[in-house]
């Protein structure tokens, strides 16, 4: 099996909180786990991960691979409404991208 | 934002017509990529291509079909549309040289087959 599974499904928070999303993987041999935000349109990149251990930010999103456990978290800090979308992550090998179904978060103000 | 569109936008169709969905981008991207997303699933990969004329099918490619006669056209034709291919559509393309994965996204098509 080939699953990538992201949790919560939906997050529902308040402006300002601290949010950590969820990607687990099966399998052990493959390129990169790759995050996306989707607002109302195309997915547009955020992060790609290839190594584990070293995080990755961008302002207040942030994100780590743990290649051991076989998973990855985004962590998005200060939330604001803007942040309201459907993460998905992906994982990615020789032109295969299996996307997980994606953690909906909504922002409230 | 990378150079792609998706034409056309919307589409309505009846079960059994054909039914061709056009990429095209002006990044000249080597790879090119056609997903679908239902609820629930995420987005699912059914053709790509990596290059003119070379393409490779994906996850969920059964009723479906792909051409890329030049670099910026790709092509999802569905040769005969059931209703279970009502979905969102999106292309994509990347180049070796933006990391292994590194996709960038198409506005995407909605497609209701009747």
């Known amino acids: 099996e080939d699953k990538v599974v992201q949790s919560p499904l939906s997050l529902v928070v308040h402006e300002g909180d601290t949010v950590t999303l969820n990607c687990s993987y099966e399998?052990?041999?493959?390129?990169?786990l790759l995050w996306y935000k989707q607002e109302k349109k195309a997915p547009t990149f955020l992060f790609m991960l290839?190594?584990?251990?070293i995080e990755k930010k961008s302002g207040r999103l942030s994100s780590i691979l743990d290649k051991k456990e076989l998973f990855s978290i985004l962590n998005i800090t200060a939330t604001q409404t803007g942040d309201s979308a459907v993460y998905l992550c992906?994982?990615?090998?020789?032109?295969?991208?299996?996307f997980g179904a994606g953690t909906r978060l909504t922002v409230k103000p | 934002d990378a150079g792609i569109t998706q034409s056309p936008r919307h589409k309505v169709t009846e079960t059994g017509t054909p039914v061709t969905l056009r990429c095209h981008q002006t990044e000249n991207h080597r790879y090119m990529y056609w997903y679908r997303q239902d609820p629930g699933h995420g987005l699912r990969l059914i053709h790509y291509s990596y290059g003119v004329k070379d393409t490779d099918k994906g996850e969920v490619s059964d009723g479906y079909s792909v051409s890329r006669s030049k670099t910026e056209d790709f092509l999802l034709t569905l040769e005969s549309a059931t209703s279970s291919q009502t979905s969102v559509y999106f292309c994509?393309?990347?180049?070796?040289?933006?990391?292994?994965?590194?996709?960038?996204f198409g506005p995407g098509t909605r497609l209701l087959v009747l």
């Open positions: 994509a393309i990347s180049e070796v040289t933006g990391g292994p994965g590194t996709q960038y």
């Open positions: 399998v052990t041999n493959f390129r990169s």
């Open positions: 992906a994982r990615y090998n020789n032109n295969d991208m299996r």
């Open positions: 290839t190594s584990s251990g």
